[in-house]
């Protein structure tokens, strides 16, 4: 199986970005996701998390009212929206598929800056 995400980029603070992690490989409709991210010198830290259907979600408190995480199945796609950014936003973003098997993406660079 594999994630390839996008949609990172530089933003300034306060704008948004729209993440999203395509799936291969696997039954994707079978696998919750999570997005996770990793700051300069910081350890990786879980964002949001989605469950098969969709019919369940969850936020770090770091983000939530900010960031949606949302899925289409058809398409074997999971998205991360983030709005109103910050510059504690700046990380790598991951998504990572759990089921059976866990697979992680390769990671979408987000900078939020002036």
């Known amino acids: 199986g594999q994630l390839v995400e996008s949609g990172g980029g530089l933003v300034q603070p306060g704008g948004s970005l729209r993440l999203s992690c395509a799936a291969s490989g696997f039954t994707f409709s079978r696998y919750g996701m999570s997005w996770y991210r990793q700051a300069p010198g910081k350890e990786r830290e879980w964002v949001a998390h989605?469950?098969?259907?969709?019919?369940?979600?969850d936020y770090a408190d770091s983000v939530k009212g900010r960031f949606t995480i949302s899925r289409d199945n058809a398409k074997n796609t999971v998205y991360l929206q983030m709005n109103s950014l910050k510059p504690e936003d700046t990380a790598v973003y991951y998504c990572?598929?759990?089921?059976?098997?866990?697979?992680w993406g390769q990671g979408t660079q987000v900078t939020v800056s002036s």
């Open positions: 989605i469950t098969t259907v969709g019919g369940s979600t």
């Open positions: 990572k598929a759990f089921g059976v098997v866990t697979y």
